[in-house]
């Protein structure tokens, strides 16, 4: 993709979705840290199953240490890997009252020293609660960026300080979204949708679908 290219592909993009959100719910920006840490290999529709029922009862860091490991394993075993999230979780929580008045850090050096919480989740908590203008690359933004030519890479660092020069300034805020949204729905893994994509002439690889059955 050339910049004119992805020039328009992030127009058509805002275009359809002018103001993107996350599909993770939340209410502060400690259950936001709380959701995305819990969605590691997890859906958010299944993640924000699980919230629902543990922010009705503990939705700040106190609350969630004073229901201890097995309170807090009751209401998240629907989610894979629950225990050792169970675990970062309360560890996280000793640390956010400790060290930061029980408030989640804006840092990114801050956030990535939290447990559970990599350069992935620090980047969502980042753009999503702070509008910075971060790419949180999960396998969806690694799909998309590399299939459709918009910054290829092998790592998922690769391809973060890849969209991080490529997408023009005025779509950085949102492009993290745009780009999830796109891969979880029209950009999918096993056959993406490129007859119904709306960006399909911007891509590498829409338009070598075309010039093959020209």
């Known amino acids: 993709m050339n910049a004119s290219q992805i020039e328009r592909f992030f127009a058509t993009l805002q275009a359809a979705n002018p103001s993107p959100q996350t599909e993770l719910s939340y209410a502060s ?33 106190a609350q969630i240490l004073a229901l201890g490991v097995e309170g807090l394993e009751s209401h998240i075993k629907t989610i894979g890997l629950y225990r050792s999230k169970a675990k970062h979780l309360l560890q996280t929580c000793q640390i956010l009252i400790e060290q930061h008045g ?53 790592t998922p660092l690769a391809v973060e300080l890849g969209l991080l020069k490529r ?16 891969g979880r729905y029209v950009c999918q893994a ?4 490129c007859q119904v994509c709306a960006v399909v002439n911007e891509c590498d690889f829409g338009r070598h679908l075309k010039s093959a059955a020209a």
């Open 29 to 61: 920006v400690f259950e936001l840290l709380t959701a995305v840490l819990l969605s590691a290999q997890a859906t958010d529709v299944g993640v924000n199953k699980a919230t629902r029922r543990l922010f009705a009862v503990a939705n700040t860091p």
């Open 167 to 182: 997408v023009p300034p005025a779509y950085l805020v949102d492009a993290h979204h745009w780009l999830i949204l796109h």
């Open 102 to 154: 029980g408030e989640v850090p804006r840092s990114r050096e801050a956030l990535e020293a939290l447990p559970g919480v990599g350069r992935k989740t620090a980047n969502v908590v980042l753009n999503v609660a702070f509008g910075e203008p971060t790419m949180a690359v999960d396998t969806h933004i690694f799909r998309v960026s590399n299939r459709t030519g918009l910054a290829p890479g092998k």
């Open 190 to 193: 096993r056959k993406p949708l």
